[in-house]
């Protein structure tokens, strides 16, 4: 009986939808485009499904397509790991990514999961990036695995996206709210702050670009007034305002002294509110072995991180 699609058509359908076109993909795979698409259009013939959608942009992929990549990813990784185990060939090349609000301990267990790396060659990426694009990042499967927060604002919104877009939200841990602020800020010195004493400082946030919203905002009070705003679009920016402008940001109270030094301090802020951050995958696709191993350090700096009164 013949097989429903072979490795090689596997491992061209992955190039092409990591490509985002047929042009791009033949180029990179040394094969013929009207080969290349021909195989393409053989594979959904044989699935019954569209797996992609095309335009004169290019192609992406259908709700099925990210379905069947999540398989086709799959099966090549077992296949380049029978290879390994049975032909003396090198360790394949290990693969993830990952997309993230400006969280340090993310990059921390990011920083410790290319650590453990126990291969010659490998390809990881890390995105800190806006709300929106982690959502969409991990929905496409450009990235394993995207990691934002939610509380009782935004959670119906995200919740709803989520589950419209496929993805599955899974708790990491719950924090109070705190306020980041340079160590010489008269707030610094302070056991807790109220909204009320950070009038008079600038309010620093994270920019979420064209898709702006309050519910997407990486920071929680965000459709309270602030008289004084500045809006960055990376961290170490806004720990540097927070040195020269004496500004402040709302955040999980989570610092990392190894990235971001001693200048910077947390101070708990009087709301009734929480803030739950949790990671975010597609619900019917399988997690890679790498990106287990990416959970199980981010479990891991957690675990010495989080304040027991987070």
């Given at each position: 009986?013949?097989s429903?699609?072979?490795?090689?058509?596997?491992?061209?359908?992955?190039?092409?939808?990591?490509s985002?076109?047929?042009?791009?993909?033949?180029?990179?795979?040394?094969?013929?485009?009207?080969s290349?698409?021909?195989?393409?259009?053989?594979?959904?013939?044989?699935?019954?499904?569209?797996l992609f959608?095309?335009?004169?942009?290019g192609?992406?992929?259908?709700?099925?397509?990210?379905?069947?990549?999540?398989?086709?990813?799959?099966?090549?990784?077992?296949?380049?790991?029978?290879?390994?185990?049975?032909?003396?060939?090198?360790?394949?090349?290990?693969?993830?990514?990952?997309?993230?609000?400006?969280y340090?301990?993310?990059v921390?267990?990011?920083?410790?999961?290319?650590?453990?790396?126990?291969?010659?060659?490998?390809?990881?990426?890390?995105?800190?990036?806006?709300?929106?694009?982690?959502?969409?990042?991990v929905?496409?499967?450009?990235?394993?695995?995207g990691?934002?927060?939610?509380n009782?604002?935004?959670?119906?919104?995200?919740?709803?996206?989520?589950?419209?877009?496929?993805l599955?939200?899974?708790?990491?841990?719950?924090?109070?709210?705190h306020?980041?602020?340079?160590?010489?800020?008269?707030?610094?010195?302070?056991?807790?702050v109220?909204?009320?004493?950070?009038?008079?400082?600038?309010?620093?946030?994270?920019?979420?670009?064209?898709?702006?919203?309050?519910?997407?905002?990486?920071?929680?009070?965000?459709?309270?007034?602030?008289?004084?705003?500045?809006?960055?679009s990376?961290?170490?920016?806004?720990?540097n305002?927070?040195?020269?402008?004496?500004?402040?940001?709302i955040?999980?109270?989570i610092?990392?002294?190894?990235?971001?030094?001693?200048n910077?301090?947390?101070?708990?802020l009087?709301?009734?509110?929480?803030?739950?951050?949790?990671?975010?995958?597609?619900?019917?696709?399988?997690?890679?072995?790498?990106?287990?191993?990416?959970?199980?350090?981010?479990?891991?700096?957690?675990a010495?991180e989080?304040?027991?009164d987070?």
């Amino acid at each position: 009986m013949d097989s429903l699609v072979t490795l090689q058509q596997l491992k061209y359908f992955i190039e092409v939808a990591a490509s985002g076109s047929i042009t791009r993909a033949a180029a990179a795979l040394y094969v013929a485009q009207p080969s290349l698409s021909k195989s393409m259009k053989e594979i959904e013939a044989r699935v019954g499904r569209e797996l992609f959608t095309r335009t004169a942009q290019g192609i992406s992929l259908t709700p099925d397509g990210v379905e069947f990549l999540g398989y086709a990813r799959q099966v090549v990784q077992q296949a380049d790991l029978l290879e390994q185990r049975y032909a003396d060939k090198k360790p394949p090349r290990r693969l993830c990514s990952i997309s993230t609000q400006h969280y340090a301990f993310a990059v921390n267990a990011f920083v410790n999961m290319v650590r453990r790396a126990d291969t010659a060659e490998y390809e990881f990426t890390l995105r800190e990036t806006r709300t929106h694009d982690i959502i969409e990042d991990v929905a496409t499967l450009r990235s394993d695995i995207g990691i934002l927060y939610r509380n009782p604002f935004n959670q119906q919104v995200l919740d709803k996206i989520f589950r419209t877009r496929g993805l599955a939200f899974h708790p990491l841990f719950t924090a109070r709210p705190h306020v980041f602020v340079s160590r010489t800020n008269p707030l610094a010195g302070r056991a807790s702050v109220s909204p009320a004493d950070l009038a008079d400082y600038p309010c620093l946030s994270f920019d979420q670009g064209v898709h702006n919203s309050f519910y997407f905002a990486e920071e929680i009070l965000s459709t309270e007034f602030s008289p004084k705003a500045v809006r960055v679009s990376d961290r170490a920016t806004i720990f540097n305002l927070m040195i020269g402008l004496n500004g402040y940001t709302i955040s999980t109270g989570i610092l990392s002294t190894d990235l971001n030094g001693e200048n910077i301090v947390s101070v708990p802020l009087e709301v009734d509110d929480h803030i739950e951050v949790g990671w975010i995958a597609p619900a019917s696709v399988q997690l890679t072995g790498q990106a287990r191993t990416y959970l199980d350090e981010l479990e891991r700096v957690l675990a010495e991180e989080v304040d027991d009164d987070s």
